[in-house]
């Protein structure tokens, strides 16, 4: 499904992205090497875009991904960066398993089904496949346990269709400012890889630690780390927020993403004029009403009906009624000469106006994550 010219688009901030790489990879250092996951269409911020940036730094060594569609995505946009496919997950495709062996995708795998069809897929694309064995740790998701990792490790090693290029978990609590579990996962995979190290290879990949832990837990920055939400601007958590800038007051990430859409009508209503579906907003004063072609089919949280605020030439406007599918109803009394056309910004900042993801995820009572990824992603995607 493509869409007509662009009532709404995304605008990406190659500078942002670069200077949020180029932090992380200062904290990290040279030795260790640095994963842009991009998967789930980079954050909604345009998986291509991002992973093209990314590699331009020649500062990112490796790519993360949900899935085989997104590897391919990556390779036609010409990023020749290895890929780890971070979700493995079923039905199992053998064409499209050997065209990714064939252009270096690696696989994390927890299941011996998995062995299975990759070694049968190696055989047929006549090179061995790669593999990153996930150890269960504390997450209880997608993840073997230690005795049966032990085993699982076996079979890799004595395959020779099978090449294991890294060991890695996850962790579950990295976000919070108790660094408890963190620390008990970190000793568990410590002791998993320790009692097996005599069978590694020495290239062997070991990676645990995420956004937040790169810059809480340094500890935990082994030979890879992994780095998703931080990557677009954006903290995991308020906590992680608040402990970083304990540790480092001059530590910053830039947000990446503005949103913006234009306005299609202009209605001036009088007092007590009710607003959209169930008459939820009833204007108390003349209002000018500006009407704007998106809705929560594009991203925009029917939770933000009421209570969202938008930026009209620098001027916070709020949303009045509530929002529809395709159609978002803004109090535009506060601008000046408000005309059909007008820029409006969704996420993002202008003049002492912003509205940022965490503000939107605060008010509709989830994540920042949540807010970005959930942007449509027909809607166009521009770097600027």
Not at 132 to 152: C, N, Q, S, W, Y
């Amino acid at each position: 499904m493509k869409l007509g010219p662009a009532y709404s688009w995304v605008e990406i901030s190659r500078r942002a992205l670069i200077a949020n790489i180029r932090v992380h990879r200062r904290m990290v250092g040279k030795k260790v090497k640095l994963m842009a996951v991009v998967k789930s269409n980079a954050y909604g911020h345009g998986i291509e875009l991002v992973s093209q940036v990314a590699a331009s730094t020649r500062q990112v060594d490796w790519l993360g991904v949900a899935s085989l569609e997104e590897a391919k995505l990556i390779r036609q946009a010409k990023v020749k960066l290895p890929i780890l496919v971070l979700s493995f997950f079923r039905p199992f495709v053998m064409a499209d398993l050997i065209w990714a062996i064939k252009h270096s995708i690696a696989f994390m795998v927890y299941e011996t089904e998995q062995l299975k069809i990759l070694s049968l897929a190696a055989q047929k694309a006549k090179k061995p496949a790669k593999i990153h064995l996930k150890l269960e740790t504390g997450m209880a998701r997608l993840g073997l346990f230690p005795k049966e990792a032990r085993i699982f490790l076996e079979k890799i090693l004595k395959s020779p269709r099978l090449q294991l290029e890294g060991i890695a978990s996850h962790f579950a609590t990295a976000e919070s400012r108790d660094q408890k579990f963190l620390k008990k996962q970190l000793s568990a995979y410590r002791r998993f890889t320790k009692s097996v190290s005599g069978k590694l290879p020495n290239s062997i990949l070991h990676h645990i630690s995420c956004s937040a832990a790169i810059t809480t837990a340094p500890t935990a920055n082994l030979s890879l780390v992994r780095l998703g939400i931080a990557l677009y601007g954006l903290w995991p958590s308020d906590e992680n927020k608040q402990v970083v800038h304990k540790m480092n007051s001059e530590f910053k990430l830039q947000p990446a993403l503005t949103w913006k859409t234009q306005i299609i009508e202009v209605q001036h209503l009088p007092k007590n004029t009710p607003v959209g579906y169930d008459r939820t907003f009833v204007t108390k004063k003349s209002t000018t009403m500006v009407a704007l072609p998106i809705g929560y089919w594009d991203g925009l949280d029917r939770g933000l009906s009421n209570k969202g605020r938008v930026i009209i030439k620098g001027v916070i406007c709020p949303i009045i009624g509530r929002i529809c599918m395709n159609i978002t109803m803004v109090d535009a009394s506060a601008v000046r000469n408000v005309k059909v056309g007008d820029e409006v910004i969704l996420i993002g900042k202008k003049g002492r106006g912003e509205v940022t993801a965490d503000k939107i995820a605060r008010l509709t009572q989830t994540i920042n994550y949540e807010v970005v990824t959930r942007i449509n992603p027909l809607l166009p995607r521009h770097l600027v």
